[in-house]
């Protein structure tokens, strides 16, 4: 890399670093309304694994076709992930979020006037493309436009917004099945309702600015001075970046990947992020999106009875989804993903248990275990990907990092109900243990701690090398 380029590179992290040492009156304001998304999306998801039933009953689909359309979503937010990622390093994180929840209001409506199983397992793989792009943006957008140590705490929100998106949909669910209507309006009224919260977010989010990185990354100092200052109200980049705009190179995919493995600590970071970005989502798609399901099929209680017991479980998880990222200061982000994940190896045992012998104290008692520790073990993944990544490629390393928990997701989603039918919920579910006992090791003995981290100081006193 000649000097000249080094100095652009050296200018661009002095600004950052500037930049994560700020903090706005509404900062707060745009975090939480990046993580709303995941309300949303969550409350779509989980949809499909309380009107399953119903599906059954109006459709008669395949074990395979079932499975598939659950997973259609997780397999359509994989592309999402990564296209997202990219195009929001490329075109801008404001672009992107509004494009995203537009494009998913439109799905979600698409999905209640399916005609056939087949139709509706295509339109949730298209519907999959937004959920997944907003994710991978929506983190990236947090990281750049709120301070150090507050914006990962705000972005480990995002499971307590997807325990209250799980709420939304059992409380709808079960309205409808106190209702006693039909199913064929049930499936449809219950997966085009989505839109609605999506509309209201996207009006919500009309307002939000450009990040002044984005701006910085591409070169274009100018509009990055004047959306620094009137965001944060003090012209923090005048001393930063020149007063004019320059052509800067972009960073490719190979040398971003490069890039995060080169430093042994966002190696490592890295590394983690994934495994427990794939954990996390295995581990949940594979036992409690399917929990409903088991307790039906068990007979224990009648589908009303399942909800409720179903939403007691998940007030629980919210609480802890919502306690997890206060503890972040005194524990970090290595020890919450150590209790989470040790939590949920024993919390599937204690509902294995409850399962084998028909007892449904035991296995309420056990998702609850498994639950709370599921919303610690998931809060950190995609944080510590999205923070320790560089801005110039923190798009795409955020997108690729979410590629992990939909892979795990769709994969699960599809194969699991196959899987329970040839080796029984026992069985399968003794398998899953396995996974957060990996993850658990992973936090050990990979992760290092990366709480409160940000762009070194040091870029501060390089900095003005491109201007000198």
């Not at 999506?198 to 990354?217: D, F, I, K, Q």
């Not at 590394?271 to 224990?300: C, D, H, K, M, R």
């Not at 994969?411 to 699991?416: G, H, Y």
């Not at 919920?425 to 957060?436: E, H, R, T």
């Amino acid at each position: 890399m000649s000097e000249k380029n080094l100095a652009i590179y050296d200018t661009i992290e002095h600004a950052k670093a500037v930049l994560d040492r700020q903090e706005a009156p509404h900062a707060s304001k745009a975090g939480w309304l990046m993580v709303t998304a995941l309300l949303i999306e969550s409350w779509d998801i989980y949809s499909m694994s309380f009107i399953m039933t119903h599906l059954k009953d109006v459709f008669h689909p395949s074990a395979g076709l079932l499975g598939f359309t659950s997973a259609g979503t997780q397999l359509g937010a994989i592309v999402g992930a990564i296209l997202g990622g990219w195009l929001t390093d490329k075109f801008g994180r404001r672009n992107i979020f509004m494009a995203s929840m537009t494009m998913f209001a439109v799905c979600a409506v698409a999905q209640g006037c399916a005609p056939s199983m087949e139709v509706l397992a295509v339109i949730r793989c298209i519907a999959g493309i937004p959920v997944g792009a907003d994710v991978a943006n929506g983190f990236t957008y947090m990281m750049e436009i709120m301070p150090k140590g507050k914006r990962e705490v705000m972005a480990n929100r995002w499971q307590f917004m997807f325990s209250l998106g799980i709420l939304c949909a059992i409380c709808l669910v079960t309205a409808f099945e106190l209702g006693s209507m039909h199913p064929n309006v049930t499936w449809r009224i219950i997966l085009a309702i989505p839109a609605i919260p999506a509309v209201l977010l996207l009006l919500a989010r009309h307002n939000l600015p450009e990040t002044p990185t984005w701006y910085v990354e591409h070169g274009r100092f100018v509009e990055a001075r004047k959306v620094a200052a009137d965001y944060y109200g003090t012209d923090c980049l005048a001393d930063v970046v020149p007063d004019h705009d320059m052509q800067l190179p972009r960073v490719t995919w190979g040398e971003a990947v490069k890039d995060l493995f080169a430093d042994p600590f966002t190696r490592r970071s890295t590394i983690f992020a994934w495994i427990s970005n794939f954990v996390q989502a295995l581990e949940n798609y594979s036992f409690s999106f399917y929990l409903p399901t088991i307790l039906a099929g068990l007979g224990i209680a009648t589908l009303v009875q399942n909800n409720l017991a179903m939403f007691a479980v998940y007030c629980l998880a919210s609480v802890s989804a919502f306690v997890g990222p206060l503890l972040l200061k005194k524990i970090g982000h290595k020890g919450l993903s150590q209790w989470g994940f040790g939590l949920v190896a024993v919390g599937i045992v204690i509902s294995v248990v409850g399962i084998s012998t028909n007892n449904m104290l035991i296995i309420i008692a056990g998702s609850g275990v498994m639950l709370w520790g599921h919303y610690w073990s998931s809060e950190s993944g995609q944080t510590v990907a999205s923070l320790v990544a560089k801005p110039a490629y923190r798009g795409a390393a955020s997108g690729i990092a979410y590629t992990f928990v939909k892979l795990a997701s769709f994969v699960t989603l599809w194969v699991f109900p196959t899987l329970f039918e040839n080796l029984g919920v026992v069985k399968a579910d003794l398998i899953v243990v396995i996974f957060p006992v990996i993850a658990f090791l992973a936090a050990t003995f990979i992760l290092p701690e990366v709480f409160d981290h940000a762009v070194s100081a040091e870029s501060l006193k390089k900095g003005g090398e491109l201007k000198d």
